[in-house]
C-alpha cells in the first residue's frame, strides 16, 4: 500500500532493464579483446555502468500524491518531474522477460502531448502487485473507477480472438507493399540459390542478404506481431476501454472513449479478400516506448460482421451510420490524367535503359537473347498498366461522407482504409487544388488531428472543394454553438 | 469587440476573391507587402545558385561515375534548371497576388499557392502556441513569419512585415487568452478537472 506522499523507489531490477543491452554490448566486445588491456577498460566500462544505473535508482524517488505524481532524480543532472493527473492520457502495465523473472511489471505513465506522443513521460518498475494497485489507484483518478487487480479477468470480453486470430492477423495486417518487396527478395533469394546449384559454384551473399531483407521486411513483422497481440482481449466498462495481450511481454492498457480522436478500419488486399478486416484507434498519450506500433488495436483481423458488431459495441461514438458519397465524374479527368503523367514519366525513364539493354542482349544466342531484349520494356507497359488499374480501383473506392457528429474518408487501391473523425477532434483543415484539378473543378482535403503518434494528417480523394470546405465550416459551428465541449475534447 | 484593421467579426466561409490593393479589407482578407516578392527572389535566387553548382559539378566530376546514364542525367538536370529559372522568375508575383489571410474571432483562415492553391482554415480554439520568427533575409527586408501550432499541425503566415506579425501574434495571444477566462469564469471549479479536486 502506498501512503500519499510518501517517497519509494522502483524495483532494483530496473538497474538490470536499463543497464541489460549495455552490459551484454560491452561483454561482447570484452570476448573479442581478451586478453589485451582494451579488455580491462571494458570491464571497467560495464561496472562503471553498474554502478552509474545504481545510483541512478538509489537518488530516483517517486511520489504519488492527491494531485500529482512526482519523479525526482537528484543525481548530477537533477530532475524533477510533475505529472498532474488531469493531465496523464494513460497509465498502462506490462511485463517483459525480466519483469518475469523478478516478479514486477513496468507502470508507463503518458500525458496529452503531441510532441512527446511516441515516448512515456515516466517508465517505472515496481513489484508486480504494487503495479497493479499503483495503476489501479491512478485509474481512479483519471476515469472515476477503480481497477480490481483481479477483476480484468473476471469482465467478459465483447468477442474473442483465438491464437489463429492472432497468426491471421500477424500474417496478413502487414501492408500488402511490404509483403510484395519481402516476396521481391525472397523470389531472388531463391533464384540466386537455383543458380549457384545449377553452375554448381555455392550461393554467393547475394541470395543470404536478400533472405535477410525478406525476413526483416516480412517474416521479423509477422513475428511481431503475433507475439504482441497474444492472448488480445479487449473490453470497455463505462467510459474505459481495456486492452491486454502479449505473449513475452505483456501489456495492459486502458485509456477514455473521449481520448479517441479517429477511428481506423484497415483492410489489406489479402484480409480484404479472407472477408476480414481490424480496427486502429488514435489515441495520443498510449506510447510504449518499445519501437512497436503506437496505435491501438480494437480488433485483430476478423471477419467483417465481427468488426462491425464490435465497433458498434466497443465505440458507439463512432458510428452513425452517415451515408458516404464517391469521387465526383471530375475527379476521374484528374485521376486520368495524373496516370497519364505517372505512366509518361515511367516510360521516359525506362526508354534510355531499354535501348541499352536491347543493344547489350540481343546478340546473346538462345532463349535468353529472345526474352532480355524486351524484358524492360514489357515491365515497363506491365508497370503502366498496373498505374492505369490502379487509377480505376481508386476512382471506384476512395469516399467522403459527412454526419451531424461524425466524417469519413475511404482511401486506398490496394489495402483500404476507412476514417472516422469527430469533428471535435479536428485541429486543421487544409484544402488543396492542383492546376489539374482546378481544370476539373475539384480539390482534395487534408485534415489534421492529434494521433498516436503526435499530429497526422488524414488525406480525402478528389471532390467539390465546397463540400470538403464543409468539414471545417461544422467544426466552426459546432465551437461557435457550443455544440463542441471544451472539457471532453481539450488536450 | 472588435479589431480594427487586422481582424473582422466571425464571417462565413466564402470563395471571394481579394481586395485590391495592400492591406485591403474587402471580406476581411488582408494582403502581402510587395517585399514579400523581393524577399522570394532574394531566397529562390540562392537556391538556383546552389543548384547551378550543383550542376557545375556533376558536369565536371561525375561523367564517370555515372557511366551511360552520364547524358541523360545532363539533361535531364538541364530541363530541370530552365523549370526551376521559370518557377523563379514568376512564383513570386503570383504567389504575391494569390496569397491572402484573414483573423476573424473564431478562425485563421490562410489562402495562398502558385501552382497548387492552398486553402488552411485553423480555429482559434485550437491554437496552442503561437511564434513570430525572422531569417537573415527578411530580417534585412523587416518581415517576419508567424507560425501558428496546434495539437496536430502547424499554420504559417509568411512575409508579413514585423509590425504586422507582432500585432497578429498579440492579437491571436489575446484571443486565445480571452476563450480560455471565459472557460474558467464559466467552469465551476470542480469541473476544472476529473482528478485532484
Known sequence: MVVPGEKIRCHPSIIVERSLSGVVLLAFLVTRFEGTPVAAVLLAAIVALLLFYYRQWKLTTIRFNEAEIVVERDTLFKMKKTLPYTKIASVNVNRGIINRLFGTSRLQININSGSSATVPEAVLTFRRDLADELRSTISEHLYGQEIAPDEDKAVEPLVSFSPVDVIIHGLFSVSTYQTFVGSLFLAYSVFELYTSMGTGFGA??????????????????????????????????????????????????????????????????????MHRSCIEAEVVGLASGSGESLRPILCLLKDDATQQRLLEELVPEFVDGHARERQPEEAKGVLLVRAAIASLVLVLAAAYPSVYVYRETAAIPGIAGTVLPFALPLATAAAALAICYATYVSYRVTEFGTGADLFSFVNGAVDRETVVMNYDKVQMVRITQGPVARLFGVARGRVYLLSAVGGASVSSGYFAGSRLAAIGETVMERIASGEYDWRKNSV | MTYPGLVSRRTPADEGSPASGTNSAANGYRRLNWKCMLSMYIGHATLYLLLLAAYILVRSHAQGFLGFYYEPVMYAFTVLLAIVLVYTMAAPPVFYVRYRYRITDDRIDVRSGVLVLRHILVPIERVHQVEISRGPINSILGLAEVTITTAGGVATLSYLEVEEAERVAELLNSLVGRMLRERLSATPASLSGPAGD
Open chain 1, 204 to 273: 554467393d551473399g547475394k541470395a543470404l542478404i536478400s533472405l535477410l531483407i525478406f525476413v526483416a521486411v516480412q517474416v521479423g513483422p509477422s513475428i511481431s506481431l503475433i507475439l504482441r497481440y497474444y492472448n488480445y482481449r479487449v473490453y470497455r466498462r463505462g467510459e474505459t476501454i481495456y486492452l491486454e495481450h502479449g505473449l513475452l511481454r505483456t501489456y495492459k492498457t486502458s485509456f477514455e472513449v473521449s481520448r479517441v480522436n479517429a477511428i481506423r478500419v484497415k483492410q489489406t488486399l489479402i484480409a480484404r479478400l
